[in-house]
């Protein structure tokens, strides 16, 4: 690219016109490209460091969460390649097992047909072609946002390589007895006919109905306790009721049986010490396939398990429930059974009440179906042993997550966690590679046998079941650089352990603990040593944005509207650590008007600065002679430290010394919303409001002060270009590209990070000039003077910094339209200020305002402000109210009687200036 002339800038940055190109520029120079020769870990040079991109959905469309998740994580990755690392950001897609299936399911359904029409190979097929022709636009979008990944290693979980990964991660747990086949309760979804894991059957708030049956006893039907459920349905399952062993209201009935209502089967009273006897009445159905509290008493006592609810969710005796289900009620879906059998119990006598019952339901978290639990035989991960050292990894700071307060949500998990169900009933995904023969022999394999059993060379097959899709996700930061295949490979080891892990808390299991797992377990080390969870986009309602409420934001609207660079900074700036992120899906220009504005800002203050310094090369900073320097260039020089400073430890640190987080290192650093707002003001408020109006005139001469006003202003807005370039990589991108002296073919992409320049011991006289102006601004607010109204300000009470404002007094007046004198100021009404080191700024008010007329004015004030302050303190000392009030409410009201008092005292302070008591 070449250096237009300052005249040669555009008034309006063009984002619409600029970005798209810039963005194939910087594709097309490899700017993004990692190379894991370079690193250090590899025999390079350079500190690794390495982001995997949350894996989407292979059929996803970019929305909003994604447009935040993947900001963070190109924020971060463009500082660490600018810091000089060896940066790689990783991308890839999820074959999204379940997601996609539906989708093609439902496809496939508008034909007239199901997958069994079709069958399990072409059905496979079909989602596959139907994944090459749509699936990975997702990956082109995130272009658009500026996303810096390394296309070229793009992975896909259900590509040969990674295919290859899932095989060798299932044989060695499955030959370490890690993984097994189970008979149990599973979460069952009856609209995706499949098991799911306990994270994948989600809690949902449901206003349901208590159902408080009776039961009688079979040999004496005079007599029955009473029992309740949520689930009268399931009753048809019951084997037993169960009694505290050491209840004594209970212990002589021990032994004795019931009548199950509507079946008529006797089932017995047992005890079990599961059982609460202090809650409700200390009794408890048991129905051990259609529960899994139930299920393992039933297996302590040795109880059959019938089951009473079909895969689909009807009900049916499907096993072990002969002559438990009525003809009436087979085939009736389940909800429409609860509903018959309610009716039944009612007709006959043995429903005692129903009770309003709010509680929560675990729902399908693809579907949102209500989930049934259900005995099923699937395959399993022994997690225990897993789970420990990942445990201790978070506990002893190998891995630290950020914000710290979900670090006793991972703990807590972690230390109840349940085996992992991976089995799922599904076509699409990484079929489970067990082979069985009718002889009884089983074997997981790494490839697919050639001939027959090998233990009788009879025909043997493969299980029908595929993993769960999160089975092949928690291998990511391993099978994308290469294992098993390329263990000793230089990707794993030049990037290997990753660096930051950058997600969303509500897969905090389903994937970031079992990725740490895994990560321990075939590669002996943690797969990164940061975890951060970013805070959710919601609306102005504080709702998670969603289709199905209609309140979703589209990004690339955004960016067609207003340009990426405004979507990542409103994203970036408005988000504090782990906190949410509040857009309004109805007004856009709104929402997004913070980064659109500072956009605007940054292009104005870039297009004035280089006409102002114009073309020429400028002098390097380490060439100027300091000696020479104006005040102002000194402190434009502090607060370029300053910034550099406040930005480097809002980012950092970057990574654990030794391997291991100290204590007070867990939780310092990605404040983002810090570092934008420290590189905002730095060139916003400190180079544009002050430096760039401090040199203009100096800009006119020609001679040493023009030069260095020139390479300060040139260096300082570069400086300032790259602290902000993470977060607006389009916009900084192009004014960079126009600096003078820029060399071509060289990319602010890949340029250094900014080193904080030596200080200056002088930069504190500028502070005094700035003081000055920004009380006679105040002064003139105050009082509502027009800005056209000349002013004078008598400086008294410390004649050194007097000095250093009087050598500055044509600065002041260009920038506030008030005349410096170093006198006292006459007698009369004026206004003060007091400024720091002693200071005081008099600006007589005589003959600018009318004094009586005023003064009134604000003693009418005060005397109404201090009537309402009266009536407040008396609430507040009044012991009813302070102890009764909600504490929030008396916190507000004293907070209210602070900034009421304040004003008060300003209030009688102007009074006084004014000549009044």
Same mark, same amino acid.
């Given at each position: ?749 890949? =340029? &250094?990070?900014?080193? #904080?320049? /030596?200080?200056?011991? @002088? !930069?504190?006289?500028? %502070? +005094? $000039? ?53 006198? =006292? &100021?006459?007698?009369? #009404?004026? /206004?003060?200020?007091? @400024? !720091?080191?002693?200071? %005081? +700024? $008099? ?54 009687? &602070?900034?009421?008092? #304040? ?5 009688? !302070? ?8």
């Amino acid at each position: 690219m070449t250096n237009p002339s300052a005249s040669e800038i555009p008034a309006q940055y063009d984002a619409g016109g600029t970005e798209s190109a810039l963005y194939e520029a910087w594709e097309a120079a490899g700017l993004f490209h990692a190379h894991a020769e370079q690193s250090a870990r590899a025999g390079g040079t350079r500190d690794p460091f390495t982001i995997v991109i949350p894996p989407p959905n292979v059929t996803a469309v970019l929305h909003v969460g994604h447009g935040l998740n993947n900001a963070v994580q190109d924020v971060i990755v463009r500082w660490r390649r600018m810091a000089g690392d060896e940066t790689l950001w990783l991308p890839g897609t999820d074959h999204a097992g379940i997601a996609t299936q539906n989708v093609v399911e439902k496809l496939i359904a508008q034909e007239g047909k199901t997958r069994f029409d079709l069958g399990r190979e072409p059905f496979v097929a079909r989602t596959a072609d139907f994944v090459r022709e749509t699936g990975g636009v997702i990956l082109q979008q995130l272009r658009a946002i500026g996303a810096s990944a390394d296309w070229r290693r793009t992975a896909y979980t259900l590509s040969p390589e990674l295919s290859r990964s899932v095989r060798e991660a299932f044989v060695r747990l499955y030959e370490k007895g890690l993984i097994y086949r189970g008979y149990r309760v599973i979460h069952w979804c009856p609209r995706c006919l499949t098991s799911l894991s306990d994270e994948e059957a989600e809690f949902k708030d449901t206003h349901g109905k208590l159902y408080h049956v009776r039961y009688p006893f079979a040999d004496d039907p005079s007599r029955s306790i009473t029992v309740a459920t949520t689930r009268p349905e399931t009753m048809l399952g019951d084997v037993a009721v169960a009694v505290h062993p050491d209840d004594e209201r209970y212990k002589a009935i021990i032994g004795t049986e019931l009548l199950l209502p509507i079946a008529n089967i006797r089932i017995p009273i047992v005890a079990d010490s599961f059982v609460d006897k202090e809650f409700g009445t200390g009794m408890v159905k048991i129905t051990p396939a259609h529960d899994p509290n139930d299920f393992e008493a039933g297996k302590r006592l040795g109880l059959a398990m019938p089951v009473v609810i079909t895969p689909d969710g009807h009900m049916g005796e499907v096993h072990d429930a002969a002559g438990r289900v009525p003809a009436s009620l087979r085939g009736v879906e389940r909800f429409d059974a609860r509903k018959k059998v309610v009716k039944m119990l009612e007709a006959q006598g043995f429903l005692d009440k129903i009770d309003q019952h709010h509680h929560a339901v675990r729902h399908c978290y693809r579907c949102h179906t209500v989930v049934e639990p259900r005995l099923s035989d699937q395959w399993f991960v022994k997690m225990a042993p897993l789970a420990k050292p990942a445990l201790e990894a978070v506990q002893t700071g190998k891995v630290r997550i950020v914000p710290e307060r979900w670090n006793a949500v991972y703990v807590n998990w972690m230390e109840g966690i349940r085996d992992w169900n991976i089995s799922r009933q599904l076509w699409w995904g990484h079929r489970i590679p067990v082979w069985r023969c009718a002889c009884g022999h089983e074997a997981a394999l790494r490839e697919d046998p050639m001939g027959g059993c090998p233990k009788c060379g009879g025909a043997w097959a493969q299980d029908e079941d595929v993993l769960d899709t999160w089975f092949s996700s928690w291998l990511w930061p391993i099978s994308t650089l290469g294992w098993p295949d390329k263990d000793k490979g230089p990707d794993l080891k030049g990037f290997y352990p990753t660096d930051v892990l950058v997600t969303a808390p509500e897969i905090l299991f389903f994937w970031v603990a079992r990725m740490i797992m895994a990560g321990l377990e075939f590669k002996g080390e943690v797969p990164f040593h940061t975890v951060y969870l970013h805070g959710t986009v919601r609306d102005m309602q504080h709702r998670k944005m969603s289709k199905s409420l209609g309140n979703g934001i589209d990004p690339l609207e955004v960016v067609e509207k207003f340009g990426a660079d405004a979507l990542r900074w409103t994203m970036i700036a408005g988000m504090g650590l782990g906190v949410d992120v509040l857009l309004d899906p109805d007004d856009l220009e709104k929402s997004f008007a913070p980064g659109r504005n500072f956009a605007t800002k940054l292009w104005n203050i870039g297009r004035f600065l280089l006409m102002q310094v114009g073309h020429d090369p400028v002098r390097p900073l380490a060439s100027l002679d300091r000696s020479k320097f104006r005040s102002a260039d000194h402190w434009i020089v502090n607060r370029l430290a300053d910034a550099v400073a406040e930005c480097n430890a809002a980012l950092g640190p970057v990574r654990p010394p030794s391997g291991t987080w100290p204590e007070e290192q867990r939780q310092m650093g990605l404040r983002l919303d810090a570092y934008a707002e420290s590189a905002r003001r730095f060139v916003w408020n400190d180079l544009a409001d002050w430096y760039v109006e401090s040199s203009k005139t100096r800009l006119t001469e020609a001679g040493d002060d023009r030069e260095i006003a020139r390479a300060l202003l040139v260096h300082c807005f570069d400086q300032g270009l790259r602290l902000l370039h993470p977060i607006m990589p389009f916009i900084t991108e192009t004014l960079w590209q126009r600096l003078p002296g820029h060399q071509p073919g060289t990319w602010l992409v890949q =340029a &250094a990070w900014p080193a #904080a320049p /030596a200080r200056s011991e @002088l !930069a504190h006289e500028f %502070e +005094v $000039v700035k003081d000055v102006i920004t009380a006679a601004r105040q002064i003139r607010n105050d009082y509502a003077l027009p800005p056209t109204q000349p002013l004078t300000a008598h400086l008294a009470g410390h004649e050194a910094a007097a000095a250093i404002a009087m050598a500055e007094s044509a600065f002041v007046h260009r920038m506030c339209r008030t005349e410096l004198v170093d006198a =006292a &100021a006459p007698a009369g #009404a004026a /206004a003060h200020a007091l @400024l !720091a080191g002693g200071l %005081e +700024v $008099v600006i007589p008010l005589e003959g600018i305002v009318d004094v009586a007329k005023e003064r009134g004015k604000l003693e009418g004030e005060l005397a109404s402000l201090e009537k309402q302050l009266a009536a407040l303190r008396g609430r507040l000392g009044n012991p009813g109210f302070v102890n009764k009030a909600p504490a929030n409410v008396v916190e507000a009201e004293r907070a209210k009687e &602070a900034e009421w008092a #304040a004003r008060s005292g300003q209030l009688r !302070a102007k009074i006084t200036a004014m000549g009044g008591e």
